[in-house]
């Protein structure tokens, strides 16, 4: 069977996480915060939070080595049921959400080069062709993703370098804390905007996704989910503090091209362009892991449900076809019909619930006894996924107080996962299955 080796696990934790949200929410976060060392504690907490998450999610995708991420760790953890709601998440928000949502600023960030090409015609081709690409063999998935992923690093880096080099600060930058910074820490303002943050981190369980086609995934996992997580970790600080060098506060707040209006502030002249095309091209690689990702999901829904039989067939060079075009039908449905922050917020909220269960199956793991000799143990059990819940119950509670229409149809959404479980289980049963 073909497998994916340890590097292109590690381009699609890095492409996954590396997309929307670093490059559009720090103009929502300035309209509540407007101190350099909270606004940077920020990003430090949400990765933080995520390498938590992460190193839990090595101890699960270790001991329960299938592909499904949330799917299979909730079916095998708490109740089959539990796992069917997580899948049903992942395959109608989970993935098509954020796919949506990359598309869609990629196509904004394409209209900044090119302003004849329609910002919707281009994120639906750009879907479209990666279904194509990703239908095809694991070869051509690995090929594409290691080469958009590794051109993503050194477009972030390379902007951050001409940014310093030659773009002049409008602001001093004090990254000390200065009075009042501890209200705004603990604050509602920081909270919701860490629902941003952690959306923008989003994507390090990525790989948990496809464990079954990783090389040898009780040793990788755990090296692929830390590094993977920690690059992300310091290229979002490195590339925050390049944004709030480069551009006043008081022209970034409210903005959603972050990227464009520093380059344009910073350099001048048509760099604004410049930078729109090369967001655009940091963005494919992001669609990309996603359409290579999240169809695995709905494939394990479909060899453990008759209903969705049809989403666990694979083609001759065994991918699911199926499963990864019924998912970009989602995505582009999301492109045609939504807003880009409802979508992101009720999504932030339904993928945050989910891996909040995730990671209290932890200490169901390790109670019921189903650890694997040799396998993989969190780094500083019980005190990392602790964090990681904290953070997280912190922030869901603020959607909810603050956003409640968002927050309710994320809800909605589980509670129709449920539903449909109780009707497939029923038809199981009918069946003699």
């Not at 080796?5 to 381009?11: E, H, P, Q, W």
């Not at 002049?168 to 705004?184: F, R, V, W």
């Not at 943050?197 to 755990?222: I, K």
Request: proline share 3%; charged share 10%.
């Amino acid at each position: 069977m073909q497998t994916f080796s340890k590097t292109t696990g590690i381009s699609v934790v890095i492409a996954n996480m590396v997309g929307t949200g670093v490059f559009t929410s720090l103009g929502f976060q300035l309209l509540g915060i407007q101190s350099f060392f909270v606004l940077m504690m920020l990003w430090f907490v949400g990765g933080i939070t995520a390498l938590c998450g992460a190193l839990t999610y090595a101890e699960l995708g270790a001991n329960l080595p299938r592909s499904g991420g949330e799917y299979n760790f909730l079916g095998r953890l708490y109740h089959p049921c539990a796992g069917f709601i997580s899948g049903w998440v992942s395959a109608t928000v989970g993935f098509a959400a954020p796919v949506a949502l990359a598309a869609m600023t990629f196509g904004a960030y394409l209209s900044a080069v090119f302003p004849e090409l329609p910002n919707t015609l281009s994120a639906v081709t750009l879907v479209v062709l990666l279904t194509i690409v990703h239908c095809l063999s694991h070869g051509t998935s690995s090929k594409v993703q290691q080469i958009f992923t590794v051109l993503k690093v050194l477009l972030i880096l390379l902007f951050c370098l001409i940014l310093f080099v030659w773009g002049k600060s409008p602001q001093a930058i004090n990254l000390m804390p200065q009075a009042g910074d501890e209200t705004l820490l603990f604050g509602g303002a920081f909270a919701v905007s860490l629902i941003y943050v952690n959306y923008a981190y989003t994507g390090w369980n990525a790989v948990t996704y496809v464990t079954s086609e990783l090389d040898n995934p009780q040793r990788n996992l755990p090296i692929v989910l830390f590094f993977g997580t920690g690059t992300v970790m310091v290229l979002y600080l490195l590339l925050n503090f390049t944004f709030l060098n480069s551009a006043p506060i008081n022209i970034l707040e409210g903005n959603l091209e972050i990227g464009v209006i520093a380059a344009e502030h910073a350099l001048g002249g048509n760099s604004g362009k410049i930078m729109g095309g090369v967001l655009a091209l940091l963005l494919i690689s992001t669609v990309s892991a996603m359409t290579m990702a999240g169809p695995r999901v709905l494939q394990v829904i479909g060899e453990d449900f008759t209903l969705f039989k049809k989403l666990s067939l694979v083609n001759g060079a065994g991918i699911p076809a199926i499963a990864i075009v019924f998912q970009s039908a989602l995505a582009i449905i999301f492109i045609v019909s939504a807003t880009f922050e409802s979508v992101l917020i009720f999504s932030s909220f339904v993928l945050g619930i989910n891996t909040l269960f995730s990671v209290i199956g932890v200490f169901v793991l390790r109670y019921k006894k189903l650890n694997v000799e040799g396998a993989y143990r969190t780094f500083g059990y019980p005190v990392v996924p602790l964090i990681y819940l904290a953070v997280t119950l912190w922030t869901l509670t603020y959607v909810l107080i603050s956003r409640p229409q968002e927050g309710l149809i994320g809800l909605a959404i589980i509670i129709a996962g449920g539903l449909i479980y109780a009707v497939t289980a029923n038809e199981e049963q009918d069946s003699g299955r």
